[in-house]
C-alpha cells in the first residue's frame, strides 16, 4: 500500500513540476549503481521513495490534516524511515505494541501522501483483525491458569494466590509433548 501511494503521490507531484530535475537523476543513478534494474514510474522500494520524497519536501504539496505542518511532516517522514526499515526485515515475533504502532503509523503515511479510501478502509480492516487477534489471545492468556487449576482440582482461589513463575517455570509452555510421558 505504501509503496503504491508513494508512487502515485510522486507521479502527481511529477507531473506538478514540484521534482527537482537532479534528484530523480541522482536516484536513478544510486539504483543502477546497486546493479538494481530499471523501474517504471517512482516503484522503488520505500526507503527510496520516502528519500526522494524528503529531498523534495519543500516543493511538494501533502494531503490531510498534517500537510501545512513542516514539524508534523518531518515527523511522519521520520516515521515512514523507521517503517520502511522495520518492513524491510521479515520478522515473525514482534511485540503486540510494534505492531500496533507500525499500523499507527502505516496510516499517518498513507494520509500524508494522499491514498486513496480503499488503502484506508483496507488498514482499517486489518487494525480491526489484528486488535481483535490480539484481544483473544490476551483473553486466552488470562484464563489459563483458571482452567488448569480447574482441571488439576485445585480452587480458583487457590491458583489465582499461587505465583504461576513458582508453578511453572516456562509460563505454561510446553516444551515435551504430553505423548512422551508414558
Same mark, same amino acid.
Given at each position: 500500500?505504501?509503496?503504491?501511494?508513494?508512487?502515485?503521490?510522486?507521479?502527481?507531484?511529477?507531473?506538478?513540476?514540484?521534482?527537482?530535475?537532479?534528484?530523480?537523476?541522482?536516484?536513478?543513478?544510486?539504483?543502477?549503481?546497486?546493479?538494481?534494474?530499471?523501474?517504471?514510474?517512482?516503484?522503488?522500494?520505500?526507503?527510496? $521513495?520516502?528519500?526522494?520524497? @524528503? &529531498? *523534495?519536501?519543500?516543493?511538494?504539496?501533502?494531503?490531510?490534516? %498534517?500537510?501545512?505542518?513542516? +514539524? =508534523?511532516?518531518?515527523?511522519?517522514?521520520?516515521?515512514?524511515?523507521?517503517?520502511?526499515?522495520?518492513?524491510?526485515?521479515?520478522?515473525?515475533?514482534?511485540?503486540?505494541?510494534?505492531?500496533?504502532?507500525?499500523?499507527?503509523?502505516?496510516?499517518?503515511?498513507?494520509?500524508?501522501?494522499?491514498?486513496?479510501?480503499?488503502?484506508?478502509?483496507?488498514? $482499517?480492516?486489518?487494525?480491526? @483483525? &489484528? *486488535?481483535?487477534?490480539?484481544?483473544?489471545?490476551?483473553?486466552? %492468556?488470562?484464563?489459563?491458569? +483458571? =482452567?488448569?487449576?480447574?482441571?488439576?482440582?485445585?480452587?480458583?482461589?487457590?491458583?489465582?494466590?499461587?505465583?504461576?513463575?513458582?508453578?511453572?517455570?516456562?509460563?505454561?509452555?510446553?516444551?515435551?509433548?504430553?505423548?512422551?510421558?508414558?
Amino acid at each position: 500500500m505504501i509503496v503504491l501511494t508513494a508512487n502515485s503521490f510522486l507521479m502527481n507531484q511529477f507531473s506538478q513540476g514540484r521534482i527537482a530535475v537532479d534528484t530523480i537523476k541522482k536516484t536513478v543513478d544510486m539504483w543502477k549503481g546497486k546493479g538494481r534494474p530499471v523501474v517504471i514510474e517512482f516503484m522503488y522500494d520505500q526507503a527510496t $521513495q520516502r528519500d526522494l520524497v @524528503t &529531498v *523534495n519536501q519543500h516543493n511538494f504539496r501533502f494531503h490531510g490534516e %498534517r500537510a501545512a505542518d513542516d +514539524v =508534523r511532516i518531518n515527523s511522519m517522514l521520520y516515521n515512514w524511515k523507521q517503517v520502511a526499515s522495520h518492513m524491510s526485515l521479515r520478522t515473525f515475533c514482534d511485540a503486540d505494541t510494534v505492531i500496533l504502532k507500525l499500523l499507527f503509523d502505516v496510516e499517518q503515511i498513507l494520509e500524508l501522501l494522499g491514498a486513496c479510501e480503499g488503502f484506508l478502509l483496507k488498514l $482499517q480492516h486489518i487494525r480491526a @483483525t &489484528v *486488535n481483535e487477534t490480539m484481544r483473544v489471545a490476551r483473553q486466552k %492468556r488470562d484464563f489459563k491458569p +483458571v =482452567r488448569e487449576a480447574a482441571s488439576n482440582g485445585r480452587s480458583t482461589t487457590e491458583s489465582s494466590t499461587r505465583n504461576p513463575s513458582m508453578d511453572d517455570a516456562y509460563g505454561g509452555m510446553k516444551l515435551v509433548p504430553d505423548s512422551y510421558f508414558e
